[in-house]
């Protein structure tokens, strides 16, 4: 059975930072291309960082800078670290796991950014 679960998420000041945290389980993750993704209200799920199998990476173009995606394969988790917060960060932020068509996601960990 596919597992991911996500943790990190909460209340954040803006300017702040968190670290999000995927761990995963029933997956060959070494293989997976991890991605974490983050969906608004009223808005459509969107891609926030990939980290393939070896060490490349693809952000979406407007949190470049700020967010950084890394994995660790002996513990089976991605993680993304997020600095410079801003409002407009404030989403639901879900784990996927992908390979050869199979793909996974996680339950999500709820971001909010707000003084």
């Known amino acids: 059975q596919v597992q991911l679960v996500e943790s990190g998420g909460g209340l954040v000041q803006p300017g702040g930072s968190l670290r999000l945290s995927c761990s995963a389980s029933?997956?060959?993750?070494?293989?997976?291309?991890m991605g974490w993704y983050r969906q608004a209200p009223g808005k459509e799920r969107e891609l926030v960082a990939l980290?393939?199998?070896?060490?490349?990476?693809n952000y979406a173009d407007s949190l470049k800078g700020r967010f950084i995606i890394s994995r660790d394969n002996a513990k089976n988790t991605v993680y993304l670290q997020m600095n410079s917060l801003k409002a407009e960060d404030t989403a639901v932020y879900y784990c996927?796991?992908?390979?050869?068509?199979?793909?996974?996601w996680g339950q999500g960990t709820q971001v909010t950014v707000s003084s």
């Open positions: 996927n796991a992908k390979w050869t068509g199979r793909s996974y």
């Open positions: 980290i393939y199998s070896g060490i490349l990476t």
């Open positions: 029933g997956i060959q993750f070494s293989l997976y291309t």
